[in-house]
Every structure is written in structure tokens, then in C-alpha cells.
């Protein structure tokens, strides 16, 4: 692994690699009826309870995902869309009806590559035999998986009453710090390496390991700095800074799924440069609220 040197456009390089192979995904299982409506009990993979799920976002709450309904070439956001008194998701069950379709299918609500892939592959399904399933919709339907993407965040998980605010002094809060990063084993190899090492060998053991690594670090680190004693006045930045670090982390996380869940992947890592960026202006705030109170 210490052979990995991604550089700065690593996340956007693989995030088009995932989309490819989540691409192929979605057609292999609509070109097998089997694999798209068998009975699954896989695990529960990643918990969406703290984030905006982009795959089930419905912005006029009529039942149809905003992405079906890019499909069905219908108004995501109005419920009765050529404004004939039947709501698009009738409209849409009324026309879905005309395939028959394994009822015993059970959707795992955590995997979003299952859910969409049989979504996916009724609306298709559908369309095509309507002939109305053209590259005027397919590009219709990418436009809206692009938006979506966009749009995806990670929320915060805490808040200012996560954190133990005190009168603690500039100088006493720094030196707790530098010492909980001293108790902690920092991993040697950075998080972009790890990625691109998983990325390229999923089920190797050195990578899930390197990963573990980074992983407990990251949650140690984050336990230290929720439980020490913040001054009132730096409050806003050190929750910032937690906040920042375990989106990281959760990106991080998501990479063990690749294999089975690769759109959730994509999404996620998505968001890698954004949260990174915000991670790096919060050391620099860091650094200039120790140095407007005289600590170097």
C-alpha cells in the first residue's frame, strides 16, 4: 500500500470508475430477472437514520422518487402532473400492473443499489414496452441522477450541547490537544491512499486493515475532542472541526461496501473534496485563534 500516491484528483478519477461499475450493476440485473427479484437477507449495510438519501428523495410527496419520475417523464415537483385529477404515483401503479413482476421480492432499505436496480428495472421494463424508453428519456433520467448527486449531504451528527464548554484558557485548551493527539496512533498511511488501495482490491486484508486503523483513530480522536473542556469562545470551530472530521469518516466507512452496494458508495465519496476542504479551513482557524491569543 505505502506504493499508493493518489493525488488530488484521486476522489473525482474513482468517482467516475464507481458510477461505471455501479452502471453495470443496475444492467446486470436487468438483464437477470433472478438476481433483481430473488429473496435477499443481506445485512443491514449502511444507516441513512443521520443522512439525506438522494435514491428515495420524493420532493412533491406523491410515493414516486424524484429519479422514477424523470423515468415517467412526469413533474417531480407537482403529484398530479398533467393536471388530469390522477395523481402520478396512480397513474404510474396503473401502468406498472401490466408486468408481472415476483411480488416475494423484499427490499433491504439500507442497500439503495437493490432498491434502485429493481425500481429501475420496472419503470424500464415498462417504458420499453410502451416504446417510450428512448435516449431522450435515458438522458432525462441521467440529468436527474446528476442533480441528485449534487444535492446529496451529510448531515451533522452533533451539536453544541455535544460538546463540554467551559472558562478553560486558551494556552491549557491547546496543550489538551496536542496531548490527545500524542496518546493517539495516528495511521501512517493518509485516507486518499487507503481508498484507492480498497478501491482497486476490496477484499484484501492489508487494505480492510489499514482501514480499521484509520477508522478507530478517527473515532478515538473524535471521543477525545467531544469530551474535553472547550472554551465558550472557540465553541462554533471545535464543533466544526468534529462535525467535518466524522463526515470524513463516514465516507471512509462506506468504502468496505463497495462490492455490495456501490451507488451508496458513489455518493458518499462524492462528498469527499467538499468535507476535506472544509476539514483544512477549520485547522487554519485553528491555528489563527491560538495565534490571536498570543500561543505559537
Excluded: C
Excluded at 7 to 23: C, D, N, R
Excluded at 84 to 100: A, C, L, S, W, Y
Excluded at 260 to 281: A, F, G, H, I, Q
Amino acid at each position: 500500500m505505502q506504493n499508493y500516491l493518489p493525488s488530488k484528483q484521486f476522489v473525482k478519477t474513482i468517482l467516475v470508475t464507481l458510477l461505471a461499475a455501479a452502471v453495470l450493476v443496475v444492467v446486470g440485473k436487468l438483464l437477470s430477472n433472478k438476481s433483481v427479484w430473488e429473496n435477499k437477507d443481506s445485512k443491514s449495510i449502511v444507516s441513512s437514520s443521520e443522512n439525506e438519501d438522494f435514491f428515495s428523495k420524493d420532493t412533491d410527496g406523491d410515493g414516486l422518487y424524484d429519479w422514477e419520475e424523470a423515468l415517467w417523464n412526469t413533474n417531480p415537483r407537482v403529484k398530479d402532473s398533467d393536471g388530469d385529477g390522477i395523481d402520478d404515483k396512480t397513474f404510474v401503479e396503473n401502468k406498472r400492473k401490466t408486468i408481472d413482476a415476483d411480488e416475494t421480492y423484499k427490499e433491504n432499505p439500507d442497500n439503495e443499489t437493490e432498491v434502485f436496480a429493481k425500481q429501475f428495472f420496472t419503470t424500464a421494463a415498462v417504458l420499453n414496452q410502451g416504446g417510450t424508453f428512448n435516449q431522450d428519456t435515458v438522458d432525462q433520467f441521467s440529468s436527474g441522477i446528476n442533480k441528485s448527486i449534487v444535492n446529496f449531504s451529510l448531515k451533522d451528527k452533533y451539536t453544541l450541547s455535544s460538546l463540554k464548554l467551559s472558562n478553560i484558557s486558551p494556552d491549557q485548551y491547546r496543550q489538551n490537544i496536542s496531548d490527545l493527539f500524542n496518546r493517539l496512533q495516528k495511521p501512517e498511511i493518509n485516507e486518499l491512499t487507503i481508498l484507492a488501495y480498497i478501491m482497486e482490491n476490496p477484499n484484501d486484508l492489508d487494505g480492510l486493515d489499514e482501514l480499521g486503523n484509520y477508522l478507530a483513530f478517527s473515532d478515538a480522536l473524535i471521543k477525545g475532542l467531544l469530551t474535553m473542556n472547550v472554551p465558550n469562545s472557540n465553541a462554533g470551530l471545535h464543533l466544526s472541526y468534529v462535525n467535518n472530521l466524522d463526515k470524513i469518516s463516514e465516507i471512509m466507512r462506506s468504502a468496505l461496501y463497495i462490492e455490495e452496494d456501490p451507488l451508496r458508495v458513489v455518493t458518499y465519496l462524492s462528498k469527499y473534496d467538499e468535507y476535506s476542504d472544509r476539514l483544512l479551513k477549520d485547522i487554519e482557524s485553528f491555528k489563527k485563534y491560538f495565534n490571536s491569543n498570543g500561543i505559537i
